[in-house]
C-alpha cells in the first residue's frame, strides 16, 4: 500500500527529526518519538493512511526496545476522525525481548482508508519518561 496520510492524533509535538512520516521511511534507524507524558496512561496514538484492504500490521520497535506500548489495539477508519476497533487487535502487558519486527495478524481482512495504534498504557525508559516511540510501521 501507498501510505497517504500520517499523524500523531494528538497533535503532539514529536521530538526534533522524530516525526510520525518516520514510521514510513523504510530506515530502521529513524522512529517516530511522541511528546513526552508525565503518566503512563496518557494515551498516544499514530494513524497511518491505508486506502484498501489490509489482515497484518507489522510494527518494528526502536533498536534500544523502549517506550514500545504496554498496553494498545489497533483501529480502523474511513475518515480519519471516528476510529473502530479491529476485532481481536487489543493487546494488554505487552512486552518485547528484541527490537525485531512484530506482525499482527488479523482473523480478516480489514477494509478502510486508515489504521492506527492507539497506545492506551505507555512504557517508561530509566529517566522514568512515557513516551511512545515506534520505528517503522506496515499493513498487507
Given at each position: 500500500f501507498?501510505?497517504?496520510?500520517?499523524?500523531?492524533?494528538?497533535?503532539?509535538?514529536?521530538?526534533?527529526?522524530?516525526?510520525?512520516e518516520?514510521?514510513?521511511d523504510g530506515n530502521t534507524n529513524s522512529k517516530y518519538y511522541s511528546a513526552t507524558m508525565e503518566y503512563e496512561f496518557q494515551g498516544q496514538a499514530i494513524a497511518i493512511g491505508t486506502p484498501g484492504s489490509f489482515s497484518q500490521i507489522t510494527v518494528q520497535p526502536v533498536g534500544r526496545m523502549v517506550h514500545f506500548p504496554v498496553d494498545f489495539r489497533f483501529q480502523y477508519s474511513d475518515d480519519g476522525i471516528i476510529?473502530?476497533?479491529?476485532e481481536g487487535a487489543s493487546y494488554t502487558n505487552y512486552s518485547i525481548s528484541s527490537s525485531d519486527p512484530i506482525t499482527f495478524k488479523f482473523g480478516k481482512k480489514v477494509t478502510a482508508k486508515?489504521?492506527?495504534?492507539?497506545?492506551?498504557?505507555?512504557?517508561?525508559?530509566?529517566f522514568g519518561t512515557y513516551a511512545l516511540e515506534?520505528?517503522?510501521?506496515?499493513?498487507?
Open positions: 501507498a501510505f497517504t496520510t500520517l499523524h500523531d492524533t494528538n497533535e503532539n509535538v514529536p521530538l526534533s527529526g522524530c516525526a510520525p518516520n514510521v514510513l476510529f473502530y476497533d479491529i486508515y489504521v492506527r495504534l492507539l497506545a492506551t498504557k505507555l512504557s517508561k525508559d530509566s515506534i520505528a517503522e510501521m506496515s499493513v498487507k
